[in-house]
């Protein structure tokens, strides 16, 4: 089966600026993660759907994140007006239902924030 | 802040050893799971083990899992140079799942 696809895999901006990054999971998986990873750290969680439901969303920072994922399968992060510290590799993952099942992640895009 | 949290940081061992890298957490959980990430790449499952369960093995992998301790730990036996990666352990509670800061492992050849 395909893997979860992420674009683009590597984004530049300047501080301030907006970016938005694009998942598609695994077909058929009913819940989609979006994690923030610093270097050196390990995966925060920052949003988790369930189909289209959020179920998680303690730790975005809803000022500036915002998130969706429509009909349950695609779903877009975006970021307005991005800060220095959110230079970081931005991972989406998917699995079958809900934190019981294994996740799969995909390759992640690499934010720099200049 | 992080339910896992991974020991030690930094693990190097000679290709054929094994290594041992350990997982502690606070609150009560559903499973924990453990996942492998080469650099600059994406997190992949390694194994899964439930709070009912003690010990798994898969392949070179065993996982075993103290709930009274509050601690799981990963041994990977006769290690290669493909198993240097980052390794993170994953808690799920409550239908949260929160990863450690991971353990960095050197298998030199």
Redesign the interface.
């Known amino acids: 089966e395909a893997g979860v696809a992420q674009s683009p895999r590597y984004k530049i901006i300047e501080k301030r600026q907006s970016v938005a990054f694009w998942c598609n999971p695994i077909s058929g998986h009913a819940t989609l993660y979006w994690y923030q990873q610093i270097l050196g750290q390990g995966p925060k969680l920052l949003i988790q759907f369930q189909n289209n439901g959020v179920v998680d969303d303690s730790q975005l920072p809803k000022d500036r994140f915002s998130a969706e994922r429509l009909k349950g399968v695609d779903s877009t992060l975006k970021i307005q007006p991005a800060k220095l510290e959110d230079s970081a590799v931005y991972l989406c993952a998917s699995s079958r239902a809900d934190t019981s099942y294994e996740q799969y992640f995909g390759p992640g895009t690499r934010l720099t924030v200049t | 802040s992080?339910q896992g949290e991974e020991d030690p940081q930094a693990l190097s061992i000679q290709e054929g050893e094994n290594a041992t890298m350990n997982c502690s957490y606070k609150t009560s959980i559903?499973?924990l799971?453990w996942?492998r990430q080469n650099s600059g790449?994406?997190?992949?499952?390694l194994i899964?083990i439930?709070s009912n369960e003690r010990e798994k093995h898969s392949g070179r992998l065993r996982v075993t899992l103290d709930t009274s301790k509050k601690s799981s730990s990963l041994l990977i036996t006769a290690s290669r140079a493909a198993d240097t990666a980052s390794y993170?352990c994953?808690t799920?509670g409550a239908?949260?799942?929160?990863?450690?800061?991971?353990t960095t492992l050197t298998v030199k050849p």
């Open positions: 992080q559903n499973n799971q996942y790449r994406g997190l992949v499952h899964l439930r993170f994953a799920d239908g949260k799942s929160t990863f450690g800061d991971g």
